[in-house]
């Protein structure tokens, strides 16, 4: 089946600087890329997602890159904001159901 | 529109016991899913229903059954709770099977069992 690996598992930056979290899946057959934040206490939020037909997404700061020969994929945020300050989980497609990663701890200090 | 409704959102068991945790979807979606949030774990999937009718098992199954009621709704039952099961669970919904599309989940419930 499925397994999503994602590093880091926590990330500190600086209000203003870029953050990259970096997933990578196992099976070649997955076809879906979603990423999703997790404010603390509340459920997970989809943010962007990609899918393989699709080498990069953009929307406002945040983008995903797809890279199906390596079979990894990765989010970057840009300017970021305290509010930014979340937990991201990365997610692939196994057949019919949606296998997560283990989460990156994102702290932006102002 | 509610969206994925789980009940209930708080509970404490003692070793042993068993309970059944309710999700409900109204936007029509076919698929749905249990999933356990642990520290450093991420999101594990416990059982999974891709429609009406069909259950199957996820990465985490040992200890607990999935009953597919109708199209809306999808419960999760522990037969006798065990330390092991203290997580937080959440219920999601999608049409993720035929489209690939956005899981929507529940607010999540926290089960403690001491």
């Known amino acids: 089946g499925e397994n999503v690996e994602q590093h880091p598992s926590t990330l500190s930056v600086q209000e203003g600087d870029s953050a990259v979290i970096k997933c990578t899946y196992s099976?070649?057959?997955?076809?879906?890329f979603p990423w999703y934040k997790q404010e603390l206490g509340k459920r997970p939020q989809l943010i962007i997602d990609?899918?393989?037909?699709?080498g990069e997404k953009k929307d406002q700061r945040i983008a995903v890159t797809l890279n199906k020969t390596a079979k990894h994929f990765s989010l970057h945020i840009t300017e970021t904001q305290p509010e930014d300050s979340a937990v991201y989980f990365c997610?692939?497609?196994?057949?019919?159901?949606?296998?997560f990663g283990t989460g990156t701890r994102l702290l932006v200090s102002p | 529109n509610a969206g994925v409704t789980q009940t209930p959102k708080f509970q404490v068991l003692k070793t042993g016991q068993s309970m059944t945790l309710q999700c409900a979807q109204d936007?029509?979606?076919?698929?749905m899913y249990w999933y356990r949030q642990d520290p450093g774990m991420g999101l594990r999937l416990i059982y999974y229903?891709?429609?009406?009718?069909?259950?199957d098992k996820g990465e985490v199954p040992n200890g607990y059954n999935v009953s597919r009621l109708n199209k809306r709704e999808f419960s999760l039952r522990l037969e006798s709770a065990a330390p092991s099961q203290t997580s937080v669970y959440f219920c999601?919904?999608?049409?993720?099977?035929?489209?690939?599309?956005?899981?929507?989940f529940g607010q999540g419930t926290r089960l403690t069992v001491v």
């Open positions: 229903s891709a429609s009406e009718g069909t259950t």
């Open positions: 999601a919904s999608s049409e993720f099977h035929i489209t690939n599309t956005e899981a929507f």
């Open positions: 990609i899918r393989s037909n699709v």
């Open positions: 936007m029509n979606h076919n698929s």
């Open positions: 997610a692939a497609t196994g057949f019919q159901k949606l296998v």
């Open positions: 099976d070649s057959a997955s076809n879906y």
